[in-house]
């Protein structure tokens, strides 16, 4: 823990004539306040507001604002009050930790209202003095540095709200290391599985490239000095593990993809030497079309200056570069804390206050006086995110109403964001008056239009689309409920088969007394539970008529290829091709072991679609004419061409047990390449798994690729499903999949 006198050094290094007795007092005041409480992870408080204080020192922050940040938990945690830090240490101060004391009472994670109510009075609270901002900032910084000591349901929630609201606050205000840190220690505990895998992989590349940074570093600083930049200073970084991941998420990029791991600053004394880096830059290496920003002469708004390309540098690495004058870097790392909060004038007296300097806390000023007017919180909410988030597009309706959208967002988003019910209807969009594809990426004060029709189904690859959760649960909901009117659809067809075989009428109304028999909500639900598979018609029927039977017994092939079911009939099923078995059917007890499938009923010959099915399809019968029944799975495309036949249409299952020794077969498609071993490769792949080749055909497609159609003998769909895994592992294969008909 650092010790009082440190702190006072670290003051006096960048303002030797601090007030050191300010710094004592407040020193003594907070120890003494805050005893003997201690932190989640043991330590003593006191040490969190002298990290806090250590943090804005680093920041050369003035005596005043280190004191805030020594006392700013005095009166949330102790016995100190507004009126005795007044009597001690000033009206200024004691206004300033009252402040801090408030905003730390608000949760910033409500949603709606309450939220945006407390989002007004933070902003409120920073806009009156911009110490307030700096020394939250400070206090938040240190809290999730030290987050790890706390319940994990509060690691959640102070990291959502850090990142949704104080690392983009921290970043408008130009504090940019401070929001790279915020938002990855937020990330950290956010989706720690993906920042371990991101960490892992930024050390491996590390230690792969080591020497490599320090190598361009030396390249650079080397060439700027031969062509008379002689204090020119280059310092090379590797991007942090939230910004990696940042941009794999937003291009859809794995990290082997990423070519700009790297980043570099030059820094020069004045504005002309930057423009003369970058020619030598550019003169000595290959620029990265569309890659060069000037914010020298353009700035941000929130003051960041510097200039920005992307050359293939030395080693040929792409790498970033950054070139800036050193107090140009000094306000891009600590924005609006660069600038002194009072500067002595040149005649000695103090000059005005940081908010009259910096355009980042001019403009925040401005924006709150100019929001706080909101007719009601919501309002405040939409307008401020307008100001203040830079990750997010706002657009207008055709009547002006604002829709707040992330970044990246699509019409598709706009129209999901106005209603649901305008998303799940949206056949096109027009933007600023021009028809424009659904996916094109929206742009601040676009208006938008949406083009609308009332038999449109949102396909569901929008869900790979849209960028907002609200759209993306909207496709998915709306997925769902086509996807079930489909199965409905079947069921029904299934069902009405099925109750005309037995001698019954089918009607929805007879199934609402039996739902509780079924365990089904509602009639649609049930129906759609026989089309997916997961109910059988034969259960539904007994549910409604429980009188009704229908026992059968499935034997399978025997040798000669034939197989029988006994049903309340007697009936016998043939397969064409073998020979009639003598006397009575046999039964499970004296005969073959039962075939794993049930629902057949009739006098008719089944057999397998061309491409087989296995246990595990959901599979369904078809009654052709000319073949008999033939047994499809629920994916064959073959299955189309009777979806307006649904007498033809039967309802079968699997129906397995332990006693199941038989194989199935299923027909797989392998685009290989066209090289010695392969085959044998792929058979020795098959063979490890207990699964065996019945047919393989192949046809050379290309002069180095080989085509495989192979039918394979396998036990049910989780063989053949682990088998098309390992297959499309191996380098020697280009595509695997599975054929259905």
């Given at each position: 823990?650092?010790?009082?006198?440190?702190?006072?050094?670290?003051?006096?290094?960048?303002?030797?004539?601090?007030?050191?007795?300010?710094?004592?007092?407040?020193?003594?005041?907070?120890?003494?306040?805050?005893?003997?409480?201690?932190?989640?992870?043991?330590?003593?408080?006191?040490?969190?507001?002298?990290?806090?204080?250590?943090?804005?020192?680093?920041?050369?922050?003035?005596?005043?604002?280190?004191?805030?940040?020594?006392?700013?938990?005095?009166?949330?945690?102790?016995?100190?009050?507004?009126?005795?830090?007044?009597?001690?240490?000033?009206?200024?101060?004691?206004?300033?930790?009252?402040?801090?004391?408030?905003?730390?009472?608000?949760?910033?994670?409500?949603?709606?209202?309450?939220?945006?109510?407390?989002?007004?009075?933070?902003?409120?609270?920073?806009?009156?003095?911009?110490?307030?901002?700096?020394?939250?900032?400070?206090?938040?910084?240190?809290n999730m540095r030290t987050l790890e000591h706390m319940r994990d349901d509060k690691r959640a929630r102070i990291s959502e709200e850090t990142m949704e609201i104080?690392?983009?606050?921290?970043?408008?205000?130009?504090?940019?290391?401070?929001?790279?840190?915020?938002?990855?220690?937020?990330?950290?505990?956010?989706?720690?599985?993906?920042?371990?895998?991101?960490?892992?992989?930024?050390?491996?590349?590390?230690?792969?490239?080591?020497g490599l940074i320090t190598?361009?570093?030396?390249?650079?600083?080397?060439?700027?000095?031969?062509?008379?930049?002689?204090?020119?200073?280059?310092?090379?970084?590797?991007?942090?593990?939230?910004?990696?991941?940042?941009?794999?998420?937003?291009?859809?990029?794995?990290?082997?993809?990423l070519s700009d791991v790297y980043g570099f600053r030059i820094l020069v004394d004045d504005i002309p030497g930057c423009?003369?880096?970058?020619?030598?830059?550019?003169?000595?290496?290959?620029?990265?079309?569309?890659?060069?920003?000037?914010?020298?002469?353009?700035?941000?708004?929130?003051?960041?200056?510097?200039?920005?390309?992307?050359?293939?540098?030395?080693?040929?690495?792409?790498?970033?570069?950054?070139?800036?004058?050193?107090?140009?870097?000094?306000?891009?790392?600590?924005?609006?804390?660069?600038?002194?909060?009072?500067?002595?004038g040149e005649n000695g007296e103090q000059s005005e206050p940081l908010s009259r300097e910096s355009n980042a806390y001019s403009w925040l000023r401005h924006t709150i006086e100019a929001l706080a007017e909101g007719d009601n919180p919501e309002e405040f909410l939409e307008h401020t995110k307008l100001e203040l988030f830079q990750d997010q597009v706002f657009c207008f309706t055709p009547k002006g109403k604002l829709i707040a959208l992330p970044r990246g967002a699509t019409p598709i988003d706009f129209a999901y964001a106005v209603h649901t019910n305008v998303g799940d209807t949206c056949v096109g969009a027009k933007i600023n008056g021009s028809i424009m594809p659904l996916v094109t990426r929206l742009s601040n004060g676009d208006e938008v239009e949406i083009i609308r029709s009332g038999v449109q189904v949102p396909p569901a690859a929008w869900e790979e689309i849209v960028v907002t959760g609200k759209a993306r649960a909207a496709i998915r909901r709306a997925t769902r409920m086509a996807i079930r009117k489909q199965y409905a659809g079947l069921g029904q067809r299934i069902l009405e088969r099925t109750f005309e075989r037995a001698g019954k009428v089918f009607s929805r109304?007879?199934?609402?007394?039996?739902?509780?028999?079924?365990?089904?909500?509602?009639?649609?639900?049930?129906?759609?539970?026989?089309?997916?598979?997961?109910?059988?018609?034969?259960?539904?029927?007994?549910?409604?008529?429980?009188?009704?039977?229908?026992?059968?017994?499935?034997?399978?092939?025997?040798?000669?290829?034939?197989?029988?079911m006994n049903s309340a009939n007697g009936m016998v099923f043939k397969i064409p091709g073998a020979a009639h078995p003598k006397g009575d059917v046999p039964t499970a007890g004296d005969g073959p072991e039962p075939l794993p499938i049930r629902g057949l009923s009739g006098n008719a010959e089944v057999h397998f679609g061309p491409a087989g099915a296995v246990p595990g399809d959901r599979i369904v019968g078809i009654m052709e004419d000319d073949k008999g029944i033939t047994i499809y799975p629920i994916q064959a495309s073959t299955l189309q061409k009777f979806d307006d036949q649904p007498e033809r249409w039967i309802d079968v299952r699997w129906d397995l047990d332990e006693a199941n020794k038989s194989r199935f077969v299923a027909r797989i498609l392998i685009n290989a390449l066209n090289e010695p071993g392969t085959l044998a490769t792929v058979a020795q792949c098959v063979a490890r798994l207990d699964i065996n080749i019945r047919v393989l055909n192949m046809i050379r497609i290309a002069t180095d690729f080989t085509e495989m159609a192979i039918d394979l003998e396998v036990w049910d769909l989780r063989q053949l499903s682990q088998l098309l895994g390992e297959l499309k592992e191996l380098d020697c294969i280009s595509t695997v999949k599975r054929v259905y008909d």
């Open positions: 823990m650092m010790r009082q006198y440190e702190l006072v050094e670290r003051v006096q290094k960048y303002k030797p004539d601090a007030n050191e007795a300010l710094l004592n007092k407040a020193y003594v005041y907070a120890m003494q306040k805050h005893g003997k409480q201690t932190r989640a992870s043991g330590d003593p408080y006191i040490s969190h507001p002298l990290e806090v204080a250590a943090i804005l020192t680093e920041m050369r922050l003035d005596e005043s604002t280190i004191a805030v940040a020594l006392l700013h938990d005095t009166i949330e945690d102790t016995s100190a009050t507004r009126a005795e830090i007044d009597e001690l240490f000033g009206e200024d101060i004691g206004r300033l930790v009252e402040g801090l004391t408030k905003i730390k009472k608000l949760d910033l994670v409500t949603k709606k209202a309450k939220q945006a109510e407390n989002l007004r009075k933070l902003l409120l609270a920073i806009s009156d003095d911009v110490r307030v901002l700096l020394v939250k900032l400070a206090d938040r910084l240190h104080y690392a983009p606050l921290a970043g408008r205000m130009g504090m940019q290391d401070m929001r790279d840190e915020l938002e990855d220690l937020s990330f950290r505990y956010m989706n720690p599985e993906a920042y371990e895998t991101v960490t892992n992989r930024l050390s491996e590349l590390s230690t792969r490239n080591e190598k361009i570093e030396d390249e650079l600083r080397d060439l700027l000095v031969a062509n008379g930049l002689l204090n020119a200073g280059v310092k090379g970084r590797q991007k942090r593990p939230y910004s990696v991941f940042r941009k794999m998420q937003s291009k859809s990029l794995s990290f082997e993809q423009y003369r880096a970058l020619g030598i830059v550019h003169t000595r290496w290959r620029v990265v079309p569309g890659r060069f920003k000037d914010y020298i002469s353009t700035p941000k708004q929130n003051d960041y200056r510097s200039i920005h390309t992307t050359i293939v540098g030395p080693s040929r690495q792409r790498i970033e570069l950054q070139i800036r004058t050193r107090r140009m870097h000094e306000i891009a790392e600590y924005g609006i804390a660069a600038h002194s909060l009072y500067k002595d109304d007879t199934l609402r007394p039996v739902l509780h028999r079924l365990g089904q909500r509602d009639v649609e639900d049930a129906i759609a539970s026989v089309g997916r598979g997961e109910s059988s018609s034969l259960d539904v029927l007994r549910a409604v008529y429980p009188d009704y039977q229908d026992e059968r017994v499935t034997v399978k092939p025997s040798e000669d290829g034939w197989f029988a």
